[in-house]
């Protein structure tokens, strides 16, 4: 099962509200990254994080690391209706890729 | 841009059938991964390869799915019989390398199964 967790599973926001996702760990990470999965379409790498409290920005997203490498989130200003779609994280643990259950973006017009 | 192959794209089986997937990933990367996400999920591993050797297939349910990487390039996926709780995407994925350091996966369009 799942040992990465994110929250929320869903957020519906007005076009131009800001949108947060998060991820826990109860173990430490070697690093974390996170994907974009459009609807019907494949995860999309976007960044990744190893660092302890690296703080990344790309355009209106940016992605935080925790201190003790345990949490990440993923915060994108003034959201746009090209935002929708699926952000996970997804956690290292040793060779293996761990991925959260993501977070459903949807954005209203 | 280099992508990921996979086919088919979309697979509709009867239960106990088998099946299988193909995927060629991107030139030149030695680590490649199967993955199967079930609707509403994220991608859980089922098999990583580095070159033609498995270097985790914990997650595999061995009784019935196979994957093999023969020559280090391409890899197929089997399921021998397909049970109903198989339906899934089933992503292929490709890196330059494994290990913790850097290793940006790129992933296929992915296979849609349905088992009826």
């Known amino acids: 099962g799942q040992q990465v967790m994110q929250i929320p599973q869903y957020q519906h926001v007005q076009e131009g509200e800001d949108f947060t996702t998060y991820c826990n760990s109860s173990?430490?990470?070697?690093?974390i990254q996170w994907y974009k999965q459009r609807p019907g379409g494949h995860p999309v790498f976007l960044i990744q994080?190893?660092?302890?409290?690296e703080v990344k920005k790309q355009k209106r997203l940016t992605f935080q690391f925790g201190e003790a490498k345990k949490n990440s989130s993923l915060h994108i200003t003034a959201t746009q209706t090209t935002d929708v779609g699926t952000y996970f994280c997804?956690?290292?643990?040793?060779?293996?890729?761990?991925f959260g259950a993501g977070t459903i973006l949807r954005v209203k017009s | 841009e280099a992508e990921v192959a996979q086919s088919p794209r979309y697979k509709i089986t009867e239960k106990s059938q088998a099946v299988a997937f193909w995927c060629d990933p991107i030139?030149?990367?030695?680590?490649l991964y199967w993955y199967r996400q079930i609707l509403g999920q994220g991608p859980e591993l089922l098999v990583q390869f580095q070159d033609e050797s498995v270097v985790d297939d914990s997650q595999l349910p061995k009784d019935r799915f196979s994957a093999e990487r023969l020559k280090g390039v391409d890899s197929t996926l089997k399921i021998q019989p397909a049970e109903l709780g198989d339906s899934a995407m089933y992503l292929c994925?490709?890196?330059?390398?494994?290990?913790?350091?850097?290793?940006?996966?790129?992933f296929g369009p992915g296979t849609r199964l349905t088992v009826l």
């Open positions: 994080l190893v660092k302890s409290g």
């Open positions: 030139s030149g990367h030695a680590t």
């Open positions: 997804a956690g290292r643990r040793g060779n293996k890729l761990v």
């Open positions: 173990t430490t990470l070697s690093n």
């Open positions: 994925a490709s890196s330059l390398r494994g290990g913790s350091g850097l290793n940006t996966q790129y």
